[in-house]
Every structure is written in structure tokens, then in C-alpha cells.
């Protein structure tokens, strides 16, 4: 009998979808676990089947997921995963979603509109998620909007470590590409000791992904200037204020944001930018087709290996990481 597992015991299991795989092994790989053996299919009307290929009952199941393009189509596939979970009776379901989907989505603009980083939490929650594990959402309320515990972890003590490792801070000032990312700003110039300078800028709100750049505020003048965001999509708003700092005296510009979701032009702005580096890290794929020479990817995979470790053990998250809540 001594071999039989007792109803109350929990046991780890790591499942991925397709969009990243390689993200979810290296976690596994930290973890010591391998990730449960699963059948993804799609069909040629473009329908997602799913199948896990070995015993979930009574798992403490954690569903990991990227969310590069197209993001409809991964994020389907991971509501099935989880519905799947559900009704083959594991315990307790995790959703991690490095890049929450939708994320920019979080509040009315206009009328008519729709709150959809809301509806993301809902479709989780209505699949069978108890649990949401996310790095650097675009905005903290989203927190809010799932109804259970969700773990915010932040990629700044990483992004942070490898600045002070490589870069002289003493000459070093912190920028924020607008007044949105103002906060996100403030504290890496506390982590750094370094001053703070703003970007205002101006967004057509009829024309996406088009910005227009306008006053630096704040001393950049043979500066080494940082800005930091927390994606870089086409690229449009932080090639821009580079070549704003650069006009402004700035000696060096680097980069550095959490997620590479580097759309459409995005690739060929970042070559032809005044930045020196782009530091990012790997809560999306960087296809290496895009060729971004200036381009520094930094794995998230222990952090985020961590905070499961700690979730299954019922330890404390919020202790293992610098700024995270």
C-alpha cells in the first residue's frame, strides 16, 4: 500500500501549448519535471484539438502559453488545454501567460468599445482556471479583473541586473517614452540611482500605431539614456523618442522592455534606430528571421520556474521577487 499516492497529495504537472514550447522546457528543465506528453492538432477547418496523453487526476496543473501572432489562435488553444484539465479532474489549474493577451485592451476609450482584457480573464475563468500567473501586464488593474489569485510578476530585477552589469549608471539617466509608462520609469531609476527624464508625447487616436514625438523634460545632454517601456510592438513610439534623445545631446540610448512583440515593421525601425542595444526578454518567441542584431534576449525561465515552485509549495511569491504583487 505504501506505493499508492493519498487523495490529498498534489503533484506537479507542466503543460505548453504550441505557440513557445521551447520557453516551457527550459522552465521544466529548472523545475526537474517534464512537461506531460501532449496531442495538439489542427484541423483543416483551422479547429484545435487537444489531448493529454497520461493521467492528470487530481494535478496541480500549470498551463503555459505565449501569446505571439496570431494570438487569437494560441489563446483558443489554451482555453481548450485548460478546459481538457477541467474535465479530466485536476486539482487546481494554473494559467501562466507570459504576455497577457489583450492586455492593452484594459478600459473604455470611446463609447461602443470594449473592455477585452476583461473578457480574456472571464474566458480563463469560465474554462476552468483557478489561478493566473502573468509578467509586467500593460495595466496593474487587470489583476482585478480575474476572479481568483493572480500572480504579477515583474521582469524589472532582471532587466535591471543586466544594465548594472554592463552599463556605468553614474552617467546614466532613465527615460520614459510618455506619461503612461511615467511610473514604470520612476522605479527603474530607483533600482538604478540614476535621474528621470519624460518624453511628452502626442497619439492620433483615429491612426493605430502611429505616434508623434514631443518635448524631452529632463536633463539628457551626454547622457547615457535608458528608455524603458514594457513592449515594444512596430516600434513606432520608442524609435522615435531615441532619435528625440539623440537631438537632445543624449550620448548613448539603449532600450530596455519586457515584451518583444516586434510587429510588423518593427525589425527594420530598430536597425535603423539610434539605439546601441534593445534589451528584452523572452516572454514571447524572437523568430531569428527577423535578424535584430542590436536585439539582447533575456530568459524569464527561472523566474517564472520560481514562482510555480512556490505557488505548488503554497510559499510566498510576492517574497521572491523585487517589486512583484
Same mark, same amino acid.
Given at each position: 500500500?505504501?506505493?499508492?499516492?493519498?487523495?490529498?497529495?498534489?503533484?506537479?504537472?507542466l503543460c505548453t501549448g504550441r505557440a513557445f514550447p521551447e520557453l516551457a522546457e527550459s522552465i521544466a528543465t529548472i523545475l526537474g519535471v517534464e512537461l506531460v506528453p501532449t496531442r495538439?492538432?489542427?484541423?483543416? +477547418?483551422?479547429?484545435?484539438? @487537444?489531448?493529454?496523453?497520461?493521467?492528470?487526476?487530481?494535478?496541480?496543473?500549470?498551463?503555459?502559453?505565449?501569446?505571439?501572432? /496570431? &494570438? +487569437?489562435?494560441?489563446?483558443?488553444?489554451?482555453?481548450?488545454?485548460?478546459?481538457?484539465? !477541467?474535465?479530466?479532474?485536476?486539482?487546481?489549474?494554473?494559467? &501562466?501567460? /507570459?504576455?497577457?493577451?489583450?492586455?492593452?485592451?484594459?478600459?473604455? $476609450?470611446?463609447?461602443?468599445?470594449?473592455?477585452s482584457a476583461r473578457l480574456v480573464a472571464d474566458l480563463y475563468k469560465t474554462a476552468g482556471a483557478n489561478r493566473l500567473m502573468s509578467i509586467d501586464l500593460h495595466a496593474a488593474q487587470i489583476q482585478g479583473f480575474f476572479d481568483g489569485p493572480v500572480?504579477?510578476?515583474?521582469?524589472?530585477?532582471?532587466? &535591471?541586473?543586466?544594465? !548594472?552589469?554592463?552599463?556605468?549608471?553614474?552617467?546614466?539617466?532613465?527615460?520614459? /517614452?510618455?506619461?503612461?509608462?511615467?511610473?514604470?520609469?520612476?522605479?527603474?531609476?530607483?533600482?538604478?540611482?540614476?535621474?528621470?527624464?519624460?518624453? $511628452?508625447?502626442?497619439?492620433?487616436?483615429? !491612426?493605430?500605431?502611429?505616434?508623434?514625438?514631443?518635448?524631452?523634460?529632463?536633463? @539628457?545632454?551626454?547622457?547615457?539614456?535608458?528608455?524603458?517601456?514594457?513592449?515594444?510592438?512596430?516600434?513606432?513610439?520608442?524609435?522615435?523618442?531615441?532619435?528625440?534623445?539623440?537631438?537632445?545631446?543624449?550620448?548613448?540610448?539603449?532600450?530596455?522592455?519586457?515584451?518583444?512583440?516586434?510587429?510588423? /515593421?518593427?525589425?527594420?525601425?530598430? +536597425?535603423?534606430?539610434?539605439?546601441?542595444?534593445?534589451?528584452?526578454?523572452?516572454?514571447?518567441?524572437?523568430?531569428? $528571421?527577423?535578424?535584430?542584431?542590436?536585439?539582447?534576449?533575456?530568459?524569464?525561465?527561472?523566474?517564472?520556474?520560481?514562482?510555480?515552485?512556490?505557488?505548488?509549495?503554497?510559499?510566498? &511569491?510576492?517574497?521572491?521577487?523585487?517589486?512583484?504583487?
Amino acid at each position: 500500500m505504501s506505493g499508492i499516492k493519498r487523495p490529498n497529495e498534489k503533484h506537479l504537472m507542466l503543460c505548453t501549448g504550441r505557440a513557445f514550447p521551447e520557453l516551457a522546457e527550459s522552465i521544466a528543465t529548472i523545475l526537474g519535471v517534464e512537461l506531460v506528453p501532449t496531442r495538439l492538432l489542427t484541423y483543416a +477547418n483551422s479547429e484545435i484539438y @487537444v489531448r493529454f496523453e497520461e493521467s492528470v487526476r487530481g494535478a496541480d496543473a500549470f498551463v503555459i502559453q505565449s501569446h505571439p501572432a /496570431p &494570438v +487569437n489562435e494560441w489563446l483558443m488553444e489554451q482555453l481548450i488545454m485548460i478546459d481538457a484539465l !477541467k474535465r479530466a479532474s485536476a486539482k487546481r489549474i494554473t494559467v &501562466v501567460a /507570459p504576455f497577457y493577451p489583450y492586455g492593452r485592451q484594459d478600459k473604455k $476609450h470611446a463609447g461602443r468599445e470594449p473592455i477585452s482584457a476583461r473578457l480574456v480573464a472571464d474566458l480563463y475563468k469560465t474554462a476552468g482556471a483557478n489561478r493566473l500567473m502573468s509578467i509586467d501586464l500593460h495595466a496593474a488593474q487587470i489583476q482585478g479583473f480575474f476572479d481568483g489569485p493572480v500572480d504579477h510578476l515583474m521582469a524589472l530585477p532582471v532587466l &535591471v541586473d543586466y544594465v !548594472k552589469k554592463n552599463y556605468d549608471v553614474s552617467e546614466m539617466t532613465v527615460v520614459s /517614452p510618455d506619461a503612461g509608462r511615467v511610473r514604470l520609469a520612476d522605479t527603474y531609476s530607483d533600482q538604478l540611482g540614476t535621474p528621470l527624464a519624460i518624453i $511628452h508625447k502626442r497619439r492620433d487616436p483615429n !491612426k493605430a500605431n502611429e505616434v508623434a514625438v514631443g518635448e524631452v523634460v529632463g536633463d @539628457v545632454n551626454g547622457r547615457v539614456c535608458l528608455l524603458v517601456d514594457d513592449m515594444i510592438d512596430t516600434g513606432g513610439t520608442i524609435c522615435q523618442a531615441a532619435a528625440a534623445l539623440k537631438a537632445h545631446g543624449a550620448k548613448r540610448v539603449i532600450a530596455a522592455a519586457t515584451h518583444p512583440i516586434l510587429s510588423g /515593421p518593427a525589425a527594420a525601425r530598430l +536597425n535603423a534606430s539610434e539605439f546601441e542595444e534593445v534589451i528584452v526578454t523572452n516572454t514571447l518567441p524572437t523568430p531569428e $528571421h527577423l535578424n535584430i542584431p542590436k536585439l539582447t534576449v533575456l530568459s524569464m525561465a527561472p523566474l517564472i520556474a520560481a514562482a510555480i515552485q512556490a505557488v505548488f509549495e503554497e510559499g510566498s &511569491v510576492a517574497s521572491l521577487f523585487n517589486g512583484a504583487h
